[in-house]
């Protein structure tokens, strides 16, 4: 059973569209961070958000948490050739350090 | 300044051998974690360090697998009787005290024939 559900797990689109990337769960967590992936390499972390309701926005990234904390989504806007890579959502149960639990991934083709 | 690095960055083994990966964590942190991450999945954790204890090791899928921290720098996950379904890509991550954001180290390919 994934702890963390997300979807879509592939989505190719064209340069300048808009995309939403979905994170679910039935389990209320402390925080959830949406990491980026590369091939070769480990996840780089986008951002953090802790505050059932939140928003925060990354250049063309906004990020939300839902309002019981258990679903997040990313929305990217004009999508371009370099944001092309393997988006995870990761859910913390502790405020402070602890394990994280990973969506299996959404990953993101964008054509030029 | 450096960040987590893991050697080796490959590691291709037979069935039934003994294999060690090793993760340097940033200077400073305290907390370091072990995920595996198979093909297509997101990082599934196995265990995690706060300064040389393990904290949480409920992700170790068995008694073949065992990580040490013993200074609460450097660590070392090992691999006993090695099996193909422990082919996977091993990521190493660490985080400052009370923090809740991890950095990850770019992972050991762990193939196993």
């Known amino acids: 059973t994934q702890l963390l559900e997300q979807s879509p797990q592939f989505l190719s689109i064209q340069e300048g569209e808009n995309l939403t990337v979905y994170c679910n769960s039935s389990s209320v967590f402390s925080s959830l961070q949406w990491y980026r992936q590369e091939p070769g390499e480990g996840p780089v972390l986008l951002v953090t958000?802790?505050?059932?309701?939140e928003v925060k926005k990354l250049k063309r990234l906004t990020f939300q948490f839902g309002d019981a904390r258990k679903d997040s989504s990313l929305h990217i806007t004009a999508a371009q050739p370099g944001d092309t890579g393997l988006y995870l959502c990761?859910?913390?149960?502790?405020?402070?350090?602890?394990?994280?639990?990973f969506g299996q991934g959404t990953t993101l083709q964008v054509k030029p | 300044g450096a960040g987590v690095s893991q050697t080796p960055s490959n590691k291709v083994t037979e069935k039934g051998k003994y294999v060690e990966l090793r993760c340097d964590p940033i200077?400073?942190?305290?907390?370091l974690y072990w995920y595996r991450q198979s093909l297509g999945q997101g990082p599934e954790f196995l265990i995690y360090f706060q300064g040389t204890g393990a904290a949480d090791d409920s992700g170790l899928p068995n008694d073949r697998f065992f990580a040490v921290r013993p200074e609460g720098s450097v660590s070392t996950l090992k691999i006993q009787r090695t099996e193909r379904g422990d082919s996977a890509v091993y990521l190493c991550a660490s985080s400052p005290q009370g923090l809740n954001e991890q950095f990850f180290g770019p992972g050991t390919r762990l193939t196993v024939l």
């Open positions: 200077s400073g942190h305290t907390a």
């Open positions: 958000v802790v505050t059932g309701g």
């Open positions: 990761a859910g913390a149960w502790s405020s402070n350090t602890g394990k994280l639990i």
